[in-house]
């Protein structure tokens, strides 16, 4: 997956090379519009708000084939509270490629067992994660789906509730 990355960072450092000197660049745009104020989850939702540590992350890619592809070094914790916020600190990854994902923003349960997440990206645009997810209360137990980029692609994490602080904190070496 990688390979597809290649473009992104060739056409980025591209861009550093080819600069305008500031009396030529156009102004900048307004930041965007905030998130919405979230919404809590319905009253009728199996799902617990509650702490979650990740124990799996597994990607299908459409283009490589029906084998999921497995992420190594899974952790951190997922936070759903009450009042529709969520917390997500991921780290995927063995020293010294470790990277972190850190989001805040809203979550919605919708009918059924779909869901979705909303949060400004790290460049300050909103973005919105559409999935499903699977709840099982008897062992804390916590699948969710989330649909990718190309068509047929897609992201599943496992999670596990009752998550403290220690298990968003990375391994010690």
Not at 65 to 92: K, N, S, Y
Not at 125 to 136: I, K, M
Request: with cysteine; proline share 11%.
């Amino acid at each position: 997956m990688s390979y597809r990355l290649l473009p992104a960072v060739v056409l980025g450092l591209g861009g550093l090379l080819w600069q305008l000197p500031a009396s030529a660049q156009a102004p900048t745009a307004a930041p965007p519009a905030p998130l919405p104020p979230p919404t809590a989850p319905p009253a009728d939702s199996s799902l617990q708000c509650a702490t979650y540590a990740y124990l799996s992350f597994l990607i299908y890619d459409a283009e490589s084939g029906p084998e999921p592809i497995v992420a190594e070094g899974v952790g951190g914790t997922l936070t759903l509270h009450p009042d529709g916020r969520f917390e997500q600190r991921l780290r995927i990854g063995l020293a010294p490629q470790t990277t972190v994902f850190e989001r805040s923003g809203a979550y919605q349960l919708l009918s059924g067992n779909a869901l979705r997440f909303s949060y400004l990206t790290k460049q300050n645009q909103p973005r919105t994660d559409r999935g499903t997810y699977r709840y099982d209360a008897r062992q804390g137990a916590l699948v969710i789906t989330i649909e990718g980029f190309p068509a047929g692609s897609r992201s599943v994490y496992t999670l596990v509730a009752g998550a403290g602080e220690a298990a968003a904190a990375p391994p010690a070496k």
